[in-house]
């Protein structure tokens, strides 16, 4: 009985070496391919089934991976000729400096996007932190009717916003969502000219400094703050 086991055994063993060292003749797709281009996953199963993507399933994992928008691919044999490969895509929360894209995740990648996506700048080992804080900041800013069209992050951890008004926020390293929130509160009561302003520095225990335009085009005019 136990030879008739590990005889099956072998068998099965044998057969299914076999089957997997068949070349792939098909390729299914699955998982979220919204951001994908059909031609990106045409020339991908080209690839596979032709064989320049490699034949194992590792192989063909690594170059799905490669794919733009492709966070993550899982891939499963479908025998006696086929593969399914699982797709996760990136969902994009902002530009990365000059030429990439960071996601939900606070992951950068690189993939052609082209709506309307504020901008984080800063050093890459900083996107997943840029990618957490983000949400708090924005609602920070949203009673001044306005949203984050850029946001930075220094190698010293200094924070500064734009806005889409043009204003500058100069947050600095400290409570950041209370400074914001202070400043939130305050703006309706400033001045008609301090409304002009365009550079707000927000690192004061209790207030903060505002600079008009014509004051950043002269700086040896500019006031001390009150």
Do not use: C
């Amino acid at each position: 009985a136990a030879l008739a086991v590990a005889a099956l055994a072998g068998a099965a063993w044998y057969a299914f070496g076999a089957i997997s060292s068949q070349p792939i003749e098909r390729v299914t797709f699955a998982g979220d391919m919204s951001r994908i281009a059909p031609g990106d996953l045409e020339t991908f199963a080209h690839a596979v089934t032709g064989g320049s993507a490699g034949t194992s399933l590792d192989a063909v994992r690594d170059a799905a991976r490669k794919i733009p928008w492709v966070r993550d691919a899982s891939v499963r044999r479908r025998f006696p000729d086929a593969v399914e490969v699982t797709f996760q895509v990136h969902e994009p929360l902002a530009r990365w400096n000059d030429a990439a894209l960071v996601s939900t995740r606070g992951e950068v990648f690189s993939a052609a996007f082209e709506g309307t996506l504020p901008r984080f700048r800063g050093r890459d080992s900083s996107a997943a932190l840029m990618a957490s804080e983000y949400p708090a900041i924005a609602r920070s800013v949203a009673p001044l009717s306005a949203q984050v069209v850029e946001l930075s992050l220094s190698p010293r951890g200094a924070w500064e916003v734009v806005l889409d008004s043009g204003l500058v926020l100069e947050v600095g390293r400290d409570d950041i969502e209370s400074r914001l929130a202070r400043f939130a509160q305050a703006w309706p009561l400033v001045s008609a000219r301090a409304l002009e302003s365009k550079h707000a520095d927000l690192r004061y225990a209790n207030g903060f400094a505002l600079t008009r335009v014509a004051e950043l085009k002269n700086p040896e005019k500019k006031k001390a703050p009150r």
